[in-house]
């Protein structure tokens, strides 16, 4: 009863129909801009909003900013991934959700600008866009606007992003764990992101009193594909006396994990006998030719479904502080890191496949 008491008080004060007010509140499509603002307003001063659920995203339309690659997945399947994951967490709402490819670093501002002054742009996702600007354009704008994997340095929009630096930290730990002292980082730094986890990865290394020396322990690389891996992994190991090879290779992403074995097997060593392969990735190959590949799945499904829930928050509860949400990894131990020492605290290899 008090519901509808409080509905009746919104459609008298608004001037708008019992039935629009609850078709709003529900979060329906078929209401107009205009109704929705008045009616969510109302609310929010009855109190009505917080005591909705949080299931109900009380949008009509919702649009995406991304770099171009991300709507290819030959191109970037970790952003494509990301993007199908905002569409299915969608699948519930009666929202349309439109797209809008942005540079990264360089954004076109005045696109930006036009996209969102748009009457149906009633809130917006930034996935990867690095731009300060941009981050500046969209606070300013006053759109609920929730960033995904990359963050406001102005603390002025929430985000979503994987725990980059904890995901190398616990990955290079894992190794640490299983025996192994000297591992080579195989990785690709072109974007902050990937900084963050080496910094973990180094904090992993001073965590265990072990002396990180980036000569001997890590290899950069410009892409996240096999070939420059095979590459660089195969120069590594020619130029390499045997008494220093590592006895363990983390590789940044599962085609990178790709290179490494590929490279390991034309000098004559095994996987994981000679020496072990681990990725920070876990998606894109169930396994690396007929070795399943040991990992820790970095949080990428779970970004979309995340920051659609942290926009319904927003929507909710604008004034409500505004924070950065990090999703840990998850380790998927296959067959592809050999133990060198006994651990009672780990389990041993298991069979089980990537998706079972």
Not at 14 to 24: D, M, P
Not at 206 to 211: D, E, G, K, R, T
Not at 299 to 305: A, F, H, I, K, M
Request: hydrophobic share 40%; with cysteine; proline share 4%.
């Amino acid at each position: 009863m008090k519901e509808k008491l409080k509905i009746t008080d919104i459609a008298r004060e608004t001037g708008l129909s019992i039935s629009t007010v609850s078709r709003v509140l529900a979060g329906k499509a078929n209401t107009s801009p205009a109704a929705r603002s008045r009616v969510l307003q109302a609310a929010r001063l009855e109190g009505v909003m917080n005591n909705l659920s949080t299931g109900r995203l009380l949008l009509n339309s919702l649009l995406v900013f991304a770099p171009p690659r991300a709507f290819d997945v030959r191109t970037d399947i970790f952003y494509y991934k990301v993007i199908q994951g905002i569409s299915r967490a969608l699948e519930q709402h009666e929202v349309r959700l439109r797209y809008c490819a942005l540079d990264e670093n360089d954004s076109d501002a005045a696109l930006f600008l036009a996209r969102m002054n748009q009457p149906q742009t009633e809130a917006a996702l930034l996935v990867g866009i690095d731009d300060d600007r941009i981050h500046t354009l969209a606070a300013e704008l006053h759109k609920p606007c929730v960033l995904i994997n990359c963050y406001d340095r102005r603390m002025r929009l929430p985000s979503v992003s994987p725990h980059h630096q904890l995901i190398g930290e616990f990955s290079a730990h894992y190794l640490f764990e299983q025996g192994h002292r000297n591992i080579l980082t195989l990785q690709c730094l072109r974007r902050y992101t990937m900084e963050l986890r080496m910094n973990g990865i180094r904090e992993a290394w001073h965590a265990h009193n072990l002396p990180f020396d980036e000569e001997r322990h890590q290899l950069v690389v410009q892409g996240f594909g096999t070939a420059e891996s095979e590459r660089a992994l195969g120069d590594f190991i020619r130029r390499c006396p045997p008494a220093q090879r590592p006895s363990a290779i983390l590789a940044g992403g599962d085609f990178m994990a790709v290179g490494a074995v590929n490279a390991l097997r034309q000098a004559g060593l095994r996987v994981p006998q000679d020496v072990s392969v681990m990725s920070m990735d876990g998606f894109n190959l169930a396994a690396i030719h007929d070795i399943p590949l040991t990992s820790v799945h970095v949080p990428r499904d779970e970004l979309g479904v995340e920051a659609v829930r942290t926009l319904q928050q927003r929507l909710l509860c604008p004034d409500a502080p505004v924070g950065n949400l990090l999703l840990n990894g998850k380790l998927m131990i296959r067959d592809s890191v050999r133990r060198i020492r006994d651990n009672k605290n780990h389990s041993a290899v298991q069979r089980d496949g990537l998706y079972d």
